[in-house]
């Protein structure tokens, strides 16, 4: 049973407009919630996080919202560029430890 | 940046063979894990390690093993190669080490597994 869900495997972007990535979890015991980016044959980045007591956190181009409630998060780009083109990662961790569980990824595709 | 090396980036490698993937990070973290990854698929954890001698299993069985003798070095080890273990294998540390933000896990860049 998978906990941590990205509904969409893909999604296509035109360059300046916002990218919007979608991420569903399932146990109530989360409360850190991380994004990351993988270009192929490297290794994931960290981009942003958030933590429960937060809903919504900002970095430059990024932001993550959270609802609690809904247990969904989601990642905003804007504006989107080429170079953001890549797969993205939601993953999610309890308090207890650092064991994140990670969604199938969202593959993001930012057109010129 | 996260200071986080593995080698050999890409392997290729007959069946039948012993090969060890290296995984060494230099942030003090406590804790490291291996994830694979096949291509287009999910990330699935197969070892990790809270510490110094201590090292357990993660989710997707996995016919590799790995040791901890060392915080800063996490090898990945495979005694007999075959076809079915060609992947991308990623190494990955978190802790309260260089970095803050203790669930914050830093990943590697990988190593590609080829096994003809």
């Known amino acids: 049973d998978q906990q941590v869900k990205q509904n969409s495997p893909s999604l296509s972007v035109q360059e300046g407009r916002i990218s919007i990535l979608n991420c569903d979890y399932t146990n109530s015991m989360f409360d850190y919630f991380l994004w990351y980016k993988k270009y192929p044959a490297e290794g994931p980045t960290f981009l942003i996080s958030i933590s429960s007591i937060k809903d919504k956190n900002e970095d430059g181009r990024f932001t993550v919202f959270l609802n609690k409630s809904a247990k969904h998060l989601s990642l905003h780009i804007v504006p989107s560029q080429p170079g953001d083109s890549a797969v993205y990662f939601c993953a999610a961790s309890e308090d207890a430890g650092n064991m994140l569980t990670f969604g199938g990824g969202t593959r993001l595709m930012v057109k010129p | 940046e996260a200071d986080i090396y593995q080698t050999p980036r890409y392997l290729v490698i007959g069946t039948g063979k012993k090969i060890t993937l290296e995984c060494s990070q230099t942030?003090?973290?406590?804790?490291m894990y291996w994830y694979q990854q096949d291509p287009g698929m999910e990330l699935h954890l197969i070892h990790y390690?809270?510490?110094?001698?201590?090292?357990e299993k993660g989710d997707l069985s996995s016919e590799s093993t790995v040791s901890r003798i060392r915080t800063e070095h996490f090898p990945l080890t495979l005694e007999s190669a075959r076809p079915s273990h060609t992947s991308q294998y990623l190494c990955a540390s978190s802790g309260t080490g260089k970095y803050t933000g203790g669930n914050t896990i830093y990943f590697g860049e990988g190593s590609w597994l080829t096994v003809v």
């Open positions: 942030m003090g973290h406590d804790k």
């Open positions: 390690s809270y510490g110094v001698n201590s090292t």
